[in-house]
């Protein structure tokens, strides 16, 4: 995910080659290069959903039909993104007036969250789209994550994705060619999401777009259009800082970029979110002066700890670093609110991430918990979050790990109630 200079180099060197060649030829420089024949559908994105069922059929099946097998021409359970771009050369389609589609959510195992929508047209949907269509819109009415995360539709037969920053609105809008007003960009493979590395701590508007490329790197169409946001660097109230949980993401496949998996867009407040996807509470020491004390927030929501847990890391080593961070916090004039450590659901983060969870985490968690509860203000969310077992739901997360929508409404409304009774005067 990472930018790599030189292979983005090679990248541009190859767009720039081809403008050379092709303002010499019959086919214009301008003219992007994509495939014919696709079409661009998308739907309004479920909750807690891992994946969508799509149904392709010749007549409009209503969303408790079942469809004979002959009346259907395609069907996955495999779209990850709430949207999809389809081959038509690969459909036996006489008229995509005449023909449907349908989806459904569903969760890790593949079982339906509710009913199929209603039958719609392919003809409905946008034909050879020249762009990928960006999901990353960001609230303007909430400040900006110190991480962004970008997030789009995937282009039919990208292999990777080149992701541009840049500061103002570029010049060049759905270029194929970088903005001379770049100040990052990044490559991902095969992904529709991009976690962006840089903490954004510089007052200004910043817009992101990004452009597919083909297993050679050769652009697939144009950018996208540039979305902007804003960064506002200020001393806020309020803020919240920990690791993906706080971040944000969850279902397995749905990035921080989608807000309703922060749980902090639930809160009635202007809260800043200071999360980094992957954070130890050692990295969380390590990156307090450069990414919290810009925002001088008065009161500072810490969730972190688990994927210490999780990796090894025993409790009095997990102690010492919050011990750490009480005192940066009383150093600069801040009051931290703990959040305890939710409970993990090893069986499904090995099904989901393919690695173990250290065997000993309910015993580590129990412990660095009784010492996040004798804190002067904590908010006790494990309970919250248990079965029977102390085990992280699946009604509350899908991967074991990320607690979903759901789970993170518990985590607000636990804020909340804290909230209605913490006196902020005697701070």
């Not at 060197?13 to 661009?40: C, D, E, G, M, W």
């Not at 999809?84 to 890790?108: A, G």
């Not at 597919?212 to 309020?238: C, E, M, R």
């Not at 009635?268 to 002066?289: A, C, H, Q, T």
């Amino acid at each position: 995910m990472k930018a790599n200079p030189f292979i983005i180099l090679i990248i541009f060197a190859t767009v720039l080659l081809h403008f050379t060649f092709t303002s010499n030829s019959s086919v214009p420089s301008s003219a992007p290069v994509v495939q014919a024949n696709k079409i661009y559908l998308a739907w309004k994105n479920s909750e807690d959903v891992v994946a969508y069922e799509m149904e392709v059929m010749t007549k409009p099946y209503k969303p408790n039909d079942s469809v004979p097998a002959e009346d259907i021409l395609y069907h996955t359970v495999a779209i990850f993104t709430p949207g999809i771009e389809l081959d038509l050369n690969q459909l036996t389609i006489q008229h995509i007036d005449k023909t449907y589609y349908r989806v459904r959510p569903l969760d890790l195992d593949k079982k339906p969250l509710a009913m199929f929508s209603e039958p719609m047209p392919l003809s409905s949907g946008q034909l050879n789209p020249t762009k990928p269509q960006p999901t990353a819109l960001f609230n303007t009415n909430r400040p900006v994550p110190l991480y962004p995360t970008y997030s789009w539709l995937p282009v039919l037969g990208a292999k990777h994705y080149l992701v541009e920053v840049t500061k103002d609105a570029p010049e060049n809008p759905n270029g194929m060619i970088p903005s001379i007003k770049q100040v990052r960009s990044y490559i991902v493979d095969e992904e529709s999401e991009c976690y962006d590395t840089h903490a954004y701590v510089e007052e200004g508007t910043y817009y992101w777009r990004v452009i597919a490329l083909n297993q050679y790197y050769y652009p697939i169409g144009t950018s996208s259009d540039a979305i902007p946001f804003h960064i506002s660097v200020k001393h806020y109230t309020w803020a919240v800082f920990g690791d993906s949980i706080t971040h944000g993401g969850g279902a397995v496949s749905n990035p921080p970029s989608d807000i309703r998996f922060d749980y902090s867009s639930y809160i009635p407040y202007e809260i800043k979110n200071l999360g980094r996807s992957g954070d130890s509470v050692e990295s969380l020491v390590e990156r307090f002066n450069s990414d919290v004390l810009p925002f001088q927030p008065k009161y500072l929501f810490i969730l972190g700890g688990g994927n210490s847990i999780r990796n090894g890391t025993k409790a009095e080593d997990i102690i010492g670093q919050f011990q750490m961070l009480i005192n940066k916090c009383e150093q600069n004039d801040i009051t931290p609110i703990f959040l305890t450590i939710p409970p993990i659901n090893p069986d499904r983060i090995e099904q989901v991430f393919h690695k173990p969870s250290a065997n000993d985490w309910q015993n580590q968690t129990n412990i660095v918990n009784t010492f996040l509860k004798k804190q002067q203000y904590v908010i006790d969310i494990n309970p919250l979050l248990s079965d029977n077992r102390g085990f992280l739901p699946t009604m509350y997360s899908q991967d074991g790990l990320h607690p979903d929508i759901s789970g993170k409404k518990v985590i607000a409304n636990a804020v909340m109630k804290f909230l209605r009774t913490f006196d902020r005067n005697a701070v």
